[in-house]
């Protein structure tokens, strides 16, 4: 079997979170550092279904890596998917900001040739590429989101 390509790779990813997530995605371990993201199924369901509706209500106990595998499908969205503009809403603006800084790990520990649009913004609240994609964080407000 042959290596695929660089541009086969891409595509690849781009057609699969699952795949992206799993192939190139690392994440934080609190006692092991950096790691490669291995999800779940039930995560894979929900990323499948975060894919494929637009509106998604998830009923979870703490302590099931919803907010890591989320903030892996923001990376895959905002990589793959041009113009998009994704909000990290919630009560304190710490935990909005969590996802903010899982989405800018992610993204710097890609391959660089995986990495298909430049960061040009990059702070405590927000992460934009050049392809016009950003997530920004905000806490509970009157006119949050």
């Given at each position: 079997m042959r290596k695929a390509s660089?541009?086969?790779?891409?595509?690849?990813?781009?057609?699969?979170p699952v795949y992206f997530i799993n192939k190139y995605v690392k994440i934080r371990h609190p006692?092991?550092?950096?790691?490669?993201?291995?999800?779940f199924p039930y995560q894979d369901e929900t990323?499948?279904?975060?894919?494929?509706?637009?509106?998604?209500?998830?009923?979870?106990?703490?302590?099931?890596?919803?907010?890591?595998v989320t903030s892996a499908f923001v990376t895959w969205l905002m990589l793959f998917h041009p113009n998009q503009s994704i909000l990290a809403l919630a009560t304190k603006a710490e935990t909005a900001k969590q996802v903010v800084r899982r989405v800018?790990?992610?993204?710097?520990n890609l391959p660089k040739w995986l990495?298909?649009?430049?960061?040009?913004?990059?702070?405590?609240t927000s992460i934009e590429l050049a392809n016009g994609s950003?997530?920004?964080?905000i806490s509970k407000?009157?006119?949050a989101g």
């Open positions: 660089v541009k086969e790779e891409i595509v690849r990813c781009a057609q699969d006692k092991r550092g950096l790691i490669p993201f291995k999800t990323l499948e279904c975060f894919r494929k509706k637009r509106f998604n209500v998830i009923l979870k106990p703490r302590q099931m890596g919803f907010t890591e800018k790990a992610a993204l710097k990495l298909i649009a430049d960061i040009t913004t990059d702070n405590k950003f997530v920004k964080s407000s009157a006119d």
